[in-house]
């Protein structure tokens, strides 16, 4: 694989290299005014008390393709001569945006992906016209594969955030943001290889200069912080997060430089912190966001972003997996306090179990699950182990509820 810098058979960076700045990005707008799908920043009171300030939404995971990679591609592709072939590697969100603007431009488009990319984004990329590749396991096979495909065919490799064009049609959103948002105090984007923070950046900070930018990382997918600490790219041996979008190991020398020259804070958020923002989102605002898109929200949630004035959200892709959604679902529910998994010891005699779910019914609890434990559990002869899996409200009532089961002289142990 190629390390940042090193392109190979990439499009052509624009002339005069260095940052990019707003002629590119009006210019870039252009070019994607007529494919892109408006996505007006909106306002959540609900989110907004639980940031403690006002807060808007970029809804990016309603943009064609399900994120706002498409205007990258759209840009950097429809730059390309006619007859061209283009190559890509992407888990999903990059792969769609470069299928769709290849297609609407006329370019044969092949696209590698990991043999374990969800099948929805596959098949996604499929429709809008690619061929796809399946290509080992991770992201970086899948870059080495299309660099090697695209010096033997010919073809130009689109990369997904470490070039000009991209970059710059990825500011299209610092610019709209300017429009929409204008008593905007801060932005928050997410951050995987930057590309998306550089452009939105880079526009605002010509059109917007005393608006803050912040970037927000999955902390096991944290590169860009951990370089702008080192003072130099750092390459993390493994990543590991579910914001797969966002999971990058390294930045690119480009993106870095942006990021130094324009973002005022990069910060980290767990994969619990997601999953909340993520059931939040679908819960109060009905936005099925994927985890990389919640990273944003997940910052403002956790109380990470500084300042109280008005902050704007980027949320910046949907495409998540239906299992995965569901099982994302129940582990932002948990992280959340709304389940409480309780292990209950009882005397190994009939109406004992009867007597703990009268317990939980006298305090008004629906009871999920029971798993009645006796083979295999280390206890007492004449004694048996229950696993109960109920909703609560919140971390606070979990707490409650085991105090008063333990008031009642029942022995019990939450497990979550």
Known sequence: MSGPGDRGATIPAMVGGGLVGLDAIREARARVAAVIRPTPAFGSEHLSRLAGRPVLLKPEHLQRTGSFKVRGAVNAISRLPP??????????????????????TGHRATVFMPAAAALPKAQATRDYGAE????GEGIEECLAAAAAWAQERGAVLVPPFDHPDVIAGQGTIGVELAEEAPRAHTVVVPVGGGGLVAGVAAALAALRPGVRVVGVEAAGADAVR?????????????????ADGIALRCPSELTLAHIRAFVDDVVVVTDEEISQAMLMLLERLKAV????????????????????G????????????????????????????RFLVLRAVLPDHPGALAALAGALAAMGHNVLSVEHRRPGVHRALGEVEVVVTLETRDPEHRDEVVAALAADGFRVEPLS
């Open 83 to 104: 007859g061209v072939e283009v190559a890509a590697a992407s888990a999903g969100n990059h792969a769609q945006g470069v299928a769709l603007a290849a297609a609407l």
């Open 289 to 308: 966001v994927e985890p990389a898109g919640a990273a944003a929200v997940a910052a403002l949630m956790a109380g990470r972003v500084a300042g109280t």
């Open 226 to 242: 951990r370089s702008l600490d080192a003072g130099r790219l750092v390459t993390l041996d493994a990543v590991s997060t579910i």
């Open 132 to 135: 796809v590749v399946r290509v």
């Open 310 to 337: 008005p902050a704007v959200a980027v949320l910046s892709g949907g495409n998540v997996d239906p299992l995965l959604l569901a099982r994302l679902i129940e582990h932002g529910l948990a992280a959340a306090g």
